[in-house]
């Protein structure tokens, strides 16, 4: 099967990441696996991610960032070009 490249969903940053598994556990779409060796979480099925965010409020590291695909982005009036004003003024693009 040919892999598909999901470029939204929630992202890990593992530097902050403390393996509580409060996302794993919680998540109600199941996104996240859970790897045994490392004791942390993975992102396994980011395509079944409905955007609602929970994980990202309720991560007690602040480590789950979740991103919102473009379209989502414009059915709430957000326009591409907008992001990409604010980031520039705010110099994190
Ligand atoms: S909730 Fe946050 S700290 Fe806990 S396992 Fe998930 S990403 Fe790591
Ligand atoms: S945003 Fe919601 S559905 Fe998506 S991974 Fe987080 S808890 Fe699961």
């Known amino acids: 099967m040919q892999k598909v490249e999901i470029n939204y969903g929630p992202k890990i940053d593992y530097r902050h990441c403390n393996g509580c ?3 794993y556990e919680n998540c ?4 996240f ?3 045994k060796e490392k004791q942390l ?4 099925y980011p395509g079944e991610c409905s955007i609602c965010c929970f994980c990202e409020t309720m991560c007690p590291e602040a480590a789950i960032d979740v991103l919102i695909p473009l ?3 414009l059915d709430f009036g957000i326009h591409p070009v907008t992001l990409t004003k604010k980031s520039k003024f ?3 693009d």
């Open 71 to 73: 379209h989502q982005m």
């Open 90 to 92: 705010l110099g994190v």
């Open 21 to 23: 598994s409060e996302c």
């Open 41 to 44: 979480p993975t992102v396994d």
């Open 28 to 31: 109600p779409m199941d996104v």
């Open 33 to 35: 696996g859970w790897d």
